[in-house]
T-cell receptor
């Protein structure tokens, strides 16, 4: 079974530029999560999708971050414009259904550096 | 407001001995607790969990203990093996209606051969 795929693996941009991350969840997984992990901290949930609907985006900085999950499969997370404090690893995870919270399968992450 | 805390950033243990990783939480509404393991350049992988109605859960070399009165949980690994060297995250799930996971800051475990 293929795991959660993310791209790119690394990205370096200057502040005020925009960036987009892509995630392909495990086939058949209805729930998709985006997390932000700042160095020295644990992952923090940014947004959770159930199929193509948003379940929780309470911690998403909506003035600069946006995410979509078209057709309930792949998802993209965008930052525009980026700030220095956005430097972090962005993790995508998926699970069969939101009630099976412990069975979140994580991708390798995208490490973003904003200079 | 850090609701899940792992106060030890790192821990070194001799191979074959017991590793004990600790986690404290402040929110009494958490109803499930999980441990994740993370290797460099990989995403976290689920290790073991425990419901708030239990005080112990065991899976092979891994045992999680929960002390609700102290709002404390611990992960015991025995015997420790070199492959256990990784960062371990404690996570807690909110109760119905707020079920997202809240992660601790992680403890880097190093097993010394």
């Amino acid at each position: 079974e293929a795991g959660v795929a993310q791209s790119p693996r690394y990205k370096i941009i200057e502040k005020r530029q925009s960036v987009a991350f892509w995630c392909n969840p495990i086939s058949g997984h209805a729930t998709l999560y985006w997390y932000q992990q700042i160095l020295g901290q644990g992952p923090k949930l940014l947004i959770q999708f159930q199929n193509n609907g948003v379940v929780d985006d309470s911690q998403l900085p909506k003035d600069r971050f946006s995410a979509e999950r078209l057709k309930g499969v792949d998802s993209t997370l965008k930052i525009q414009p980026a700030k220095l404090e956005d430097s972090a690893v962005y993790l995508c995870a998926s699970s069969l259904e939101s009630s099976r919270y412990y069975e979140q399968y994580f991708g390798p992450g995208t490490r973003l550096t904003v200079t | 407001d850090q609701q899940v805390k792992q106060n030890s950033p790192s821990l070194s243990v001799q191979e074959g001995r017991i590793s004990i990783l600790n986690c404290d939480y402040t929110n009494s509404m958490f109803d499930y607790f999980l441990w994740y393991k993370k290797y460099p350049a990989e995403g976290p992988t689920f290790l073991i969990s425990i419901s708030s109605i239990k005080d112990k859960n065991e899976d092979g070399r891994f045992t999680v203990f929960l002390n609700k009165s102290a709002k404390h949980l611990s992960l015991h690994i025995v015997p420790s093996q070199p492959g256990d060297s990784a960062v371990y995250f404690c996570a807690a799930r909110g109760s119905f209606g707020n079920e997202k996971l809240t992660f601790g800051t992680g403890t880097r475990l190093t097993i010394i051969p």
